[in-house]
């Protein structure tokens, strides 16, 4: 991306003839504007000038958008509304701040600057790998739909959903698969499935917002009577957070079809047979929380999820 600063100083005299001196600064860059842009057809776009959308950009019912090593930046108020489908590969998507707020700052760690990613009822066939959803409103929602057990509506592979200021990821009554992701930080839960078919394998999901002590769980999952819980499975997972039980499960009966193998789980459950080689995480360990990661900088919003070498979930988590 190539950018600079202009500088400027402009100079005024005051009414008792004093001269005053104010020094200007901007930050220009190279990017492409996108107004309100409707995808009608079958579309690939892959660019290695940033793209800055003002409004909606719209994937139509029926139709399939290609994003492919590209970075959007997203103006208040504007979000993705995907009708039809989605893939998304080595992409990055963020807000369109690049100053700071305070000195020490920047806009990027900055959360609720965009609407995120809306996928509609009547939207299937979603694919992201590798790509990044930050700071925005809500990260990632998917609407209720028509459940296909043997079809995926949503798969994310390698994919980061990081700094929302309300949910992570949300899907309703739908097939999802997760894949090595990261969900971290949100003003709601990082990811809540409510009813429907879930796979997560080997992701870290982490609840360390720092703007509301009122945040939502790391993990929630919920089996509605309108939206029943078909299959839930996670394997390899990193469930942590600040408070002491960050695993929600609502109207969770002995009906409800879900297993965890192999994660580690700061939770306050019964052990059974749904939990299995699980690493049962507790305040008072001496490795726990936000000392299993390499940096978790609630002062300066920074935050780095890969483990650290005490870290008692090696093996585990999307890194």
Same mark, same amino acid.
């Given at each position: 991306?190539?950018?600079?600063?202009? +500088? /400027?100083?402009? *100079?005024?005299?005051?009414?008792?003839?004093?001269?005053?001196?104010?020094?200007? /600064?901007? &930050?220009? &860059?190279?990017?492409?504007?996108?107004?309100?842009?409707?995808?009608?057809?079958?579309?690939?776009?892959?660019?290695?000038?940033?793209?800055?959308?003002?409004?909606?950009?719209?994937? =139509?019912?029926?139709?399939?958008?290609?994003?492919?090593?590209?970075?959007?930046?997203?103006?208040?108020?504007?979000?993705?509304?995907?009708?039809?489908?989605?893939?998304?590969?080595?992409?990055?998507?963020?807000?369109?701040?690049?100053? /700071?707020?305070?000195?020490?700052?920047?806009?990027? =760690?900055?959360?609720?600057? &965009?609407?995120?990613?809306?996928?509609?009822?009547? %939207? +299937?066939?979603? #694919?992201?790998? #590798?790509?990044?959803?930050?700071?925005?409103?809500?990260?990632?929602?998917?609407?209720?739909?028509?459940?296909?057990?043997?079809?995926?509506?949503?798969?994310?592979?390698?994919?980061?959903?990081?700094? %929302?200021?309300?949910?992570?990821? *949300?899907?309703?009554?739908?097939?999802? =698969?997760?894949?090595?992701?990261?969900?971290?930080?949100?003003?709601?839960?990082?990811?809540?499935?409510?009813?429907?078919?879930?796979?997560? %394998?080997?992701?870290?999901?982490?609840?360390?917002?720092?703007?509301?002590?009122? /945040?939502?769980?790391?993990? =929630?999952?919920?089996?509605?009577?309108?939206?029943?819980?078909?299959?839930?499975?996670?394997?390899?997972?990193?469930?942590?957070?600040?408070?002491?039980?960050?695993?929600?499960?609502?109207?969770?009966?002995?009906?409800?079809?879900?297993? @965890?193998?192999?994660?580690?789980? *700061?939770?306050?459950?019964?052990?059974?047979? *749904?939990?299995?080689?699980?690493? &049962?995480?507790?305040?008072?360990? #001496?490795?726990?929380?936000?000392?299993?990661?390499?940096?978790?900088?609630?002062?300066?919003?920074?935050?780095? @999820?890969?483990?650290?070498?005490?870290?008692?979930?090696?093996?585990?988590?999307?890194?």
């Amino acid at each position: 991306m190539a950018s600079t600063w202009i +500088t /400027r100083t402009d *100079r005024f005299i005051q009414e008792n003839g004093n001269e005053q001196a104010v020094n200007l /600064r901007a &930050w220009t &860059w190279d990017a492409q504007k996108l107004y309100d842009l409707e995808i009608q057809k079958d579309t690939v776009i892959e660019s290695t000038m940033p793209l800055v959308v003002y409004g909606d950009l719209t994937v =139509r019912k029926g139709v399939t958008l290609t994003l492919k090593n590209t970075q959007l930046f997203f103006h208040d108020q504007s979000g993705l509304e995907v009708e039809g489908s989605l893939k998304m590969e080595g992409c990055e998507l963020r807000g369109d701040r690049l100053d /700071r707020m305070f000195d020490y700052l920047p806009y990027d =760690r900055v959360s609720g600057q &965009w609407n995120g990613v809306h996928f509609h009822e009547s %939207s +299937t066939d979603n #694919e992201l790998v #590798e790509t990044v959803i930050k700071n925005a409103i809500e990260g990632v929602v998917m609407d209720k739909a028509e459940l296909d057990e043997n079809h995926d509506r949503l798969s994310m592979t390698h994919c980061v959903v990081h700094n %929302s200021k309300g949910t992570g990821v *949300r899907t309703v009554g739908s097939s999802i =698969r997760l894949d090595h992701c990261q969900l971290t930080n949100a003003g709601g839960d990082c990811l809540a499935v409510i009813g429907g078919k879930a796979e997560i %394998s080997y992701c870290t999901i982490a609840q360390f917002y720092p703007f509301d002590a009122s /945040r939502g769980k790391a993990l =929630r999952m919920a089996n509605e009577t309108e939206n029943p819980l078909k299959h839930f499975d996670c394997e390899g997972t990193i469930v942590t957070g600040y408070a002491d039980d960050e695993l929600e499960g609502e109207q969770i009966s002995d009906e409800v079809d879900y297993h @965890f193998e192999n994660c580690l789980l *700061r939770t306050i459950v019964e052990e059974g047979a *749904r939990f299995e080689d699980i690493i &049962w995480e507790s305040p008072t360990d #001496e490795i726990e929380g936000k000392k299993q990661f390499v940096k978790i900088d609630e002062e300066n919003l920074d935050y780095d @999820f890969h483990l650290n070498e005490e870290s008692t979930a090696k093996g585990k988590g999307c890194y």
